[in-house]
């Protein structure tokens, strides 16, 4: 059967820790980023603030990205050419606003092994306050759900997807189930459960909450200490490594310079911030999509 | 392309008329060849390997020789090869005469099980834990399983014991193929269920005569219900059964159509009327709720409620054109089997709603897309015929539905591409977030 891939239902949060990807076999087999929690992540169905929009690409071929928050972290979503409806339907969104999309996971994994995700849109559109909480319901509910399958997981000596379908699992959550259990050993779910809660706070704002503390500082991205270089340096610094990586004086790669300047401590976001201040000033430009020539 | 398995059953048939003249392995190869390189027709290559070998093309088995497991329900004509695990004899009474029977269970090597019966005992008398080669022999289907029947076509041939042998430790079913009773509510009907026991109400009926080989008959159709959902049933007897009656049928077995269960039950079942408190049919023709992945394990659902945000709107949504002699959709008003026609004007919704753990495509006619979209046919036309455009209303529609949580009521079937709810009812979901929030919360502060 050609099934058609669930969009689940997963806190920003959930989803940005993830570091396994699983790849079925075969040409056209889809492929799955699998969270801490077990979900199996092909297509998901996001509600949340649209809060910064950009286009990477030109007024011609855009390439939007642009991050939705959803009270417990931000989702990164992309839209260029392969989607012209959610490209252009993104275009017209203005910032800040509540915003629907529904789209594929992809992943990204630097040469240090750090492993990034992020959401390529299939549709985007603009939504009223009542679709997002009750998505913030959906995703609360659906949260516990594969809390109460992980936990079941981890009771078990060796954890199987036919002992957690016997227990009323669905099939594709106990599969993830078993393949995080085994990937991630032993996960902070309570640490989820403060996602929950933080997210049903966002429902509840009247109400007083005693959040669980996680056990240990979040498994996401780390810290970057941002006190070594100031702003101008960092300018300076980028401007540099944009110049270095122009080897075929066609510009230096986006992808090459997230990666190079993740090695000096400047993570993806900053150097967006950085790259947008640097076209303001004219330094440097995009000849082509992510790629960026000093002027 | 046939791979070893299915080459298996002509090797042997080969190998049997070759009488040792050459090994399985050679034949196996030359078969493979023959087929897989040279692309010549099964037939043909049967008889090329034969004569090769000095064998007589002739003495080959003309019907279709398969295994057990590739046997369909109705076969015309096949042969088989395998092992009689169990036979018995037993008088039954046809046209009003006595006549006896054999019926039994066959292996095969696979250690795949079939149920047979011999009608002419002159032709045919197989003795238990002996091999045969059955040929002319065909299939009916029983209780969603084909059966082997031997009739007056039949030729058997002995075979000695090694030629099959079946693996030890198969669970041979008793004769006629049932599996031990179990008891269900509607909600665990699935495809191919034996021997159930079912307690349900009976909502709705109706008879109507059917020719079968031995006569007019009258069977039995509607709809019973339990608290779990509503199910479509045959009755293939006169059970007396009365609408609105609470009946337990015991032995009675399922058969899908197009993934959606259907209880049947005929001359092996028993019907009875308990007495005992049962929700009147007016309680059980409401609303039932199931998610969509409970609905894509039994792999359809009769009249069934479920709840999901609609993730896509499909190609064939909004103000299309049909054909007025057969309803389908035309093109440029040309109709793909009647030609230009006079098209008529339809309103139509085929969405893909998802709960996050499962999808399913649902399709909506006029009348249900106009109540949950607000916007009549008439309307579309107009605004149609005002913009020049017919694929406008379409994108409305996707505004009005993209990303809305709905509650759908309608049956639910399946095919390759998986679950399709055919949509009676449809209405936003209105979600009282607050109070259910509430009720999340208190689940998780209780932990």
């Known amino acids: 059967m050609m099934m058609r891939e669930p969009a689940w239902r997963v806190f920003a949060s959930e989803f940005n820790a993830s570091t396994l990807e699983f790849k079925g076999e075969g040409e056209k087999a889809p492929s799955y980023v699998i969270t801490p929690l077990g979900a199996m992540i092909n297509r998901l169905f996001i509600v949340g603030i649209l809060t910064d929009m950009q286009n990477l690409g030109t007024d011609q071929d855009p390439y939007w990205r642009a991050t939705v928050s959803d009270g417990t972290d931000r989702f990164y979503v992309y839209a260029g050419k392969y989607a012209p409806e959610a490209s252009a339907a993104l275009a017209k969104i203005e910032p800040p606003s509540f915003v629907a999309v529904i789209g594929k996971s992809r992943t990204y994994s630097s040469d240090e092994g750090k492993f990034y995700v992020s959401v390529r849109a299939e549709k985007v559109l603009t939504v009223d306050e009542h679709i997002k909480d009750n998505w913030l319901l959906e995703t609360v509910r659906a949260t516990l759900r594969r809390i109460d399958a992980m936990e ?67 498994t996401g991205p780390e810290e970057i200490d941002d006190e070594e270089i100031d702003d101008g340096e960092k300018e300076e610094v980028i401007l540099k490594l944009i110049e270095k990586l122009d080897v075929n004086k066609k510009g230096a790669s986006l992808p090459d310079l997230i990666k190079e300047a993740a090695k000096l401590g400047i993570l993806e976001d900053e150097l967006e911030e950085i790259n947008n201040s640097l076209l303001d000033k004219g330094l440097i430009y995009e000849p082509t999509i992510n790629r960026m020539k000093r002027i | 392309m046939m791979n070893k398995e299915e080459l298996a059953p002509h090797v ?23 087929l897989n390189v040279y692309r010549m027709s099964l037939e043909a290559s049967r008889r090329h390997i034969v004569r090769k070998y000095g064998g007589d093309p002739n003495a080959l088995t003309k019907g279709d020789r398969k295994t057990l497991a590739n046997l369909g329900l109705n076969e015309g004509s096949v042969d088989v090869l395998g092992r009689v695990m169990s036979s018995t004899t037993r008088e039954i009474t046809v046209s009003g005469q006595p006549k006896t029977i054999q019926s039994g269970v066959l292996a095969d090597e696979a250690g795949a099980t079939i149920g047979f019966t011999v009608w002419d005992l002159t032709k045919a008398d197989l003795k238990p834990d002996t091999n045969y080669l059955i040929r002319y022999a065909y299939t009916r289907e029983w209780n969603g399983q084909p059966e082997l029947h ?10 000695p014991q090694e030629e099959v042998v079946v693996p030890e430790g198969i669970s041979v079913p008793s004769s006629g193929g049932r599996s031990a009773p179990q008891t269900v509510k509607v909600s665990g ?79 092996r079942a028993e019907v009875n009327r ?46 299309i054109f049909r054909c007025p002699e057969c309803h389908r959709v035309v093109l440029k008003g040309v109709c793909q089997i009647h030609g230009k026609v006079q ?28 109540e949950l979209t607000g916007i009549t046919l008439k309307e579309a036309l107009d605004e149609a015929r005002e913009s020049m455009d017919t694929e406008a209303i379409a994108q409305r529609f996707e505004e009005r539905l993209l990303a809305k949580p709905l509650v759908l009521r309608g049956t639910v079937m399946s095919d390759d591409y998986g679950l399709s709810m055919t949509v009676t009812e449809a209405r936003f979901a209105t979600v009282d977030v607050k109070s259910e929030a509430e009720a999340l919360l208190s689940k998780i502060e209780v932990i």
């Open chain 2, 274 to 319: 308990p007495k005992m408190d049962f929700p009147s049919a007016e309680q059980l023709s409401g609303e039932v709720m199931r998610t969509i992945e409970d609905i894509e394990r039994n792999g359809g659902a009769f009249d069934v409620t479920t709840q999901g945000t609609i993730v896509d709107i499909k190609k064939g949504t909004g103000l």
């Open chain 1, 152 to 218: 079941e997981a981890m009771q078990m000596e060796t954890p199987t997807v036919e002992g957690l379908v016997n227990l009323g699992f669905p099939a594709p959550l106990a599969d993830g189930v078993v393949r995080a259990a085994e990937h991630y050993q032993d996960p902070d779910v309570n640490r989820f459960r403060g996602t929950v809660l933080e997210a049903l706070e966002q429902l509840l704002p009247d109400r007083g909450f005693d959040l669980p503390l996680p056990r240990d500082m979040p």
């Open chain 2, 12 to 34: 042997k048939e080969i190998a049997r008329v070759l009488e040792g003249r050459a090994k399985e392995q050679d034949i196996e190869r030359d078969l493979d060849n023959y």
């Open chain 2, 150 to 159: 031997l009739g007056n076509r039949v030729v058997v041939e002995e075979r």
């Open chain 2, 343 to 370: 098209q008529v004007p339809d309103l139509r919704i085929r969405v893909i709603v998802d709960d996050g753990f499962a999808a399913m495509t649902a399709v909506m006619k006029k009348e249900v897309s106009e």
């Open chain 2, 189 to 267: 009907l699935r495809d191919n269920m034996n021997n159930v026991t079912i307690t349900g109400r009976i909502l709705s009926m109706k008879s109507r005569e059917v020719d079968t080989p031995s006569g007019k008959k009258t069977m039995f159709s509607g709809i019973m219900g339990d608290e779990t959902g509503r199910v479509e049933f045959t009755a293939w007897e006169d059970f007396k059964l009365r609408e609105g009656e609470v009946i337990t049928v015991s032995n009675g077995y399922v058969k899908g159509w197009k993934g959606i269960p259907r209880l049947s039950f005929g001359e």
